[in-house]
């Protein structure tokens, strides 16, 4: 079973580089699921109904979110409700959503859990001593398990791919926009990327105009942060999973670009 995984969706550049690059992607590869990252699809910072239905209706079958889940305060009027879209496990209890869910491809059950890190972000529950419950009982209805963790340290993230290798089918790190070089397959079958990076503005600062950043390195003064626009870009991984067994064979870095 191949799965495709995207990296961090950056505002409207980041959607259309979805509904140009995609349909290629799914050709060549074709990919049994095809999960994102859309934290930053709505205008850089959370997501719509709107944009959710935008990138359902262009391809993608799920979606994961992080540590910018409630800025658009209207995902709590759904996100109960969408069964395709999940939050970081690891808010507390009372938090609107799930942090892990299920989808069917093929006839088979996939398990995808979402969790937020703890270095640089939000003090929430710690994801290493919170996901084994949740990975038992995703274990018990299938091996399959896709595991986002939304991160910004590199350390968090490296730990978190020991610390599950051999329970989980995949951990992927998203948050910090810039694909790494570290694709590969760990000692006990579990596939691991620290970063999978960005799809949107490829001339940019994560996403956000380059001039704004530069600027607020300069002076230290605040601004506001404006979407990118020119050149856009999307990178994803491709993990190919045993479905019997759970276990990974492959993951495929990949980067494309259009205008």
């Known amino acids: 079973m191949q ?5 961090d969706i950056v505002g409207r550049p980041g959607r259309e580089a979805i509904k140009s690059l995609l349909p290629a992607i799914k050709k060549e590869y074709k990919p049994a ?3 994102a990252n ?12 709107d944009v959710a239905e935008e990138l359902f209706a262009n391809g993608l079958d799920f979606l994961t979110m992080g540590n910018h889940v409630w800025d658009q305060k209207e995902i ?15 808010y507390p ?50 091996p399959i398990i896709i595991v986002d963790f939304h991160a910004e340290a590199t350390s968090e993230k490296v730990a978190m791919g020991w610390f599950l290798d051999g329970k989980v089918s995949a951990v ?13 397959i760990l000692d006990r079958g579990t596939a691991y990327i620290t970063d999978v990076g960005m799809t ?27 979407v990118a626009s020119g050149l856009k870009q ?26």
């Open 3 to 7: 799965i495709l995984f995207i990296g």
């Open 33 to 35: 699921l095809i999960v």
């Open 38 to 49: 859309a934290e930053n699809a709505s205008g850089g910072r959370g997501l719509t109904k």
């Open 76 to 90: 709590t009027k759904f996100i109960d409700n969408e069964q395709r879209l999940i939050r970081p496990a690891n």
């Open 93 to 142: 209890k009372g938090a609107p959503g799930k942090g892990y869910g299920f989808v069917y491809c093929n006839g088979f059950k996939i398990g995808i859990i979402n969790l937020l890190g703890r270095i640089f972000l939000a003090p929430l529950e710690n994801p290493f001593s919170m996901v084994m419950s949740l990975i038992n009982n995703i274990a018990s209805e299938t």
């Open 172 to 184: 992927v790190g998203t948050h910090t926009h810039i694909q790494t070089a570290d694709a590969r």
């Open 200 to 226: 949107g503005p490829r001339d940019s600062v994560l996403g956000i105009k380059k001039e704004i950043v530069i600027n607020g390195f300069l002076t230290q003064m605040p601004a506001r942060f404006e």
């Open 234 to 259: 999307l990178n994803a991984v491709l993990i190919d999973i045993d479905e019997k067994t759970g276990k990974s064979r492959n993951i495929t870095p990949i980067q494309l670009v259009c205008q």
